[in-house]
T-cell receptor, first 114, second 109 residues
Framework: GAGVSQSPSNKVTEKGKDVELRCDPI?????LYWYRQSLGQGLEFLIY????????KSGLPSDRFSAERTGGSVSTLTIQRTQQEDSAVYLC????????????FGPGTRLTVT | DAKTTQPNSMESNEEEPVHLPCNHS???????IHWYRQLPSQGPEYVIH?????VNNRMASLAIAEDRKSSTLILHRATLRDAAVYYC??????????WGLGTSLAVNP
């Protein structure tokens, strides 16, 4: 079956511009996660959606970052006024339930801010 | 959130077993131990997870110490495709997973 998909696969943007990254989770998965990974580093948690509950936004690094999940499915991560330190691979994952469940990851979006 | 400690890198020969250690001395009683791996230029993929008992699946085995302060991921016969970064994470059960730097495994032909 279809896995988690993300678009675009690569995004180059100028400092100060806004970007939107999209994640299509596996159908039927109630939980969706956003992470980012800088070069040579582990994954940094950003935000977590679970069903109809309020999202856990505790990992968002600043108020320039926001995310929404429409209809319990597709999610968009928005970064406003991008900075060079935002350059990283942004990974999305989904799972059948919450944190204790196996997470299925997408291929990621590589964001480069010039 | 429970912190895990893993060696930065390990090396193995093809078709030999590999034992990847992980220390999680601050693990809580309800935290699961999860293992994921990340091949170059790909998103992580799930390997195995467990709570107290040793676990086996088609990819690997997970041996958990009796006091749960450490665990070992066992790849029974390493292949070149197993070269990846392996992450050991303690959490779940409504506690978020905190990812460290993992162990970079090199497999020699």
């Amino acid at each position: 079956g279809a896995g988690v998909s993300q678009s675009p696969s690569n995004k180059v943007t100028e400092k100060g511009k806004d970007v939107e990254l999209r994640c299509d989770p596996i159908s039927g998965h109630t939980a969706l996660y956003w992470y980012r990974q800088s070069l040579g580093q582990g994954l940094e948690f950003l935000i977590y959606f679970q069903g109809n509950s309020a999202p856990d936004k505790s990992g968002l690094p600043s108020d320039r970052f926001s995310a929404e999940r429409t209809g319990g499915s597709v999610s968009t991560l928005t970064i406003q006024r991008t900075q060079q330190e935002d350059s990283a691979v942004y990974l999305c994952a989904s799972s059948l339930g919450g944190w204790g469940y196996e997470q299925y990851f997408g291929p990621g979006t590589r964001l480069t801010v010039t | 959130d429970a912190k895990t400690t893993q060696p930065n890198s390990m090396e193995s020969n093809e078709e030999e077993p590999v034992h990847l250690p992980c220390n999680h001395s601050t693990i809580s009683g309800t935290d699961y131990i999860h293992w994921y791996r990340q091949l170059p230029s790909q998103g992580p993929e799930y390997v195995i997870h467990g709570l107290t008992s040793n676990v086996n699946n088609r990819m690997a085995s997970l041996a958990i110490a009796e006091d749960r302060k450490s665990s070992t991921l066992i790849l029974h016969r390493a292949t070149l495709r197993d070269a990846a970064v392996y992450y050991c994470i303690a959490g779940g059960n409504n506690r978020k997973l905190i990812w460290g730097l993992g162990t970079s495994l090199a497999v020699n032909p």
